[in-house]
């Protein structure tokens, strides 16, 4: 069976143009057999958009489109193609009817990046393999030499065989910059209407905010192993339903133990106001081996289908018309 | 009627996993509520890669699939959507029958770019809305001001209400990044299979010098406004079909005029050695006020049509088993 779209775009949304002035003004060649030209990049330039791409059903089942948010230095590609070749998210919920959009975040992929540091505070940050293997509970601690030699998890779920294809996702990233992300967020979101997020990490962390600065818009939020939560005094009343969902060893690693807890704290905060909020711990139904990287692991469609299920039972009502 | 598709995918090619020594060891906060952990950035990253997106139809009509190849600056949403939001030329080739190869170069968009002075040769280089003007052709000489301010070609096909849209979708790029570039756009070729590519701009060039280098899987060539094209003596023989696609308001701008001319002057090596290589030229046929960016004009599904109407007349057995 076909994935049967009424149509594919995308855009960019959120942000602004910029007049930058103090740009170097340089001679560049980027013409094979043409002289040198001046460069001059002082003028007027995009900052703060994000880039989404949007995959519109031609017979949705559910009214609620699904927004896929990524996580810190990478992509949209999370969520399309695992490193193995295999079908992502995009692939199940297209599938299993919800329309779905795929967004780049700010400074992200085809959302490109502002000049730093003219606009953005700091240089770029870039993940090494060897601190996305520690960062993704790949493997014990040491277990890590370079892509060819290392000792993940025996029952590991990561296609860890396709390490150079996970390398490839990575992207670039600054820090200091969430507010720049969660004001291009917002745009979207506003740009889309009512709708379901999941977010994944660092996008998880994003999608837990708007639901709570946006809950008119957020309808339900899925939040894939954040390593932060929002903080601060909530305005009182119920939020829309929230899920967290969690792989397999947090308990071997400190920091993911302290993500945990912080996310546990404000789930029993947001069920103390009245919200539905939920956790999926996927060892606890029986479900071993995933990474921080479930969304890509092999057995990322088995975990979609338990997602879609709740999403049905928590938004019982969402019939397309 | 709806784009039915079997799959979309997407993927990294070329390139290869480097270890990078020397890099920065910095003090970084990517979660609010953390503090600053060490960033080691020296060890494996991806360099050299592509990225590409494949929408598979169930069922083409075309044996061939069409790789869209964006220009210099720019990255696969050129494909997508106009900057006024209506369908591009992704949209035309999936409705027409063909399955769609959309990529993002090396060093662009979702491909990643690697470290700079450490891997590139340069820092990056962006293009301003000013230059953007005065490259596309959007009016005289002298009539840019601002976003705001301006005074484009009375004719002009191009959306130029839509400015802030158009510089969302500018990336920052190197000069001096050919090889690798080129290098990427054979192992997709490779990948891929025999295909049709289209290339806009710097993809134009990139799309005459792979038709000259791997004639066994470019089938037919499409070289929209190509800035440069290949040179050096050619092993003798006929390559693929090749088509030039050219806009409006050339004869006003010098630059214009000298790459028309370096494209004229290879087309005629090409028919000395026996290739089909012809040209298409806008204001000749009557459609008048097409802009370097073409494939986004509000008229660019006419233009579509016309390029794939030459593909079906210089590929006449190209049709799905």
């Known amino acids: 069976m076909g994935i049967h779209l009424k149509s594919i775009r995308s855009f960019h949304v959120g942000g602004r143009l910029q007049t930058l002035t103090g740009m170097p003004v340089t001679a560049l060649s980027h013409l094979p057999g043409e002289p040198p030209r001046l460069s001059d990049m002082n003028g007027e330039h995009a ?30 590609v999370s969520w399309e193609t695992t490193p193995s070749g295999q079908p992502g998210w995009l692939d199940y919920f297209l599938r299993a009817g919800y329309s779905v959009y795929v967004s780049d975040a700010f400074e992200r992929g085809r959302a490109s990046w502002p000049p730093c540091p003219e606009v953005l505070p700091s240089p770029p940050d870039r993940r090494t393999l060897a601190s996305m293997w520690a960062l993704c509970r790949f493997g014990p601690d040491g277990s890590y030499q370079n892509a060819a030699t290392n000792r993940p998890h025996a029952d590991l779920q990561f296609p860890i065989g396709h390490l150079h294809a ?14 720049w992300a969660l004001d ?7 740009r889309v209407g009512p709708c379901i997020v999941i977010g994944h990490s660092q996008g998880a962390y994003y999608a837990l905010q708007c639901a709570r600065q946006a809950p008119h818009l957020v309808k339900a939020v899925v939040a894939i192993e954040p390593g932060a939560v929002p903080d601060g005094a909530m305005a009182p009343g119920a939020l829309p ?7 397999d060893y947090l308990q071997e690693h400190a920091i993911w133990q302290r993500h945990l807890a912080k996310s546990q704290a404000y789930q029993q905060q947001l069920q103390q106001g009245g919200t539905t909020a939920q956790a999926l711990h996927l060892p606890d139904e029986g479900i071993q081996g995933n990474s921080h990287l479930l969304i890509m692991d092999d057995n990322n469609q088995q975990i979609a289908a338990r997602v879609d299920a709740w999403l049905q039972q928590a938004l019982p009502h969402d019939h397309a018309a």
Chains 1, 2 share one sequence.
């Open 166 to 179: 996970l390398a490839c996702q990575m992207t670039p990233r600054w820090a200091g910059t969430d507010d």
């Open 47 to 76: 900052v703060g958009q994000l880039y989404a791409q949007h995959f519109a059903l031609e017979s949705p089942r559910h009214a609620c489109p699904i927004l896929l948010w990524h996580g810190g230095g990478m992509t949209g």
């Open 241 to 247: 339903p929230h899920l967290w969902v969690w792989g």
């Open 184 to 190: 291009a967020y917002h745009a979207l979101l506003e």
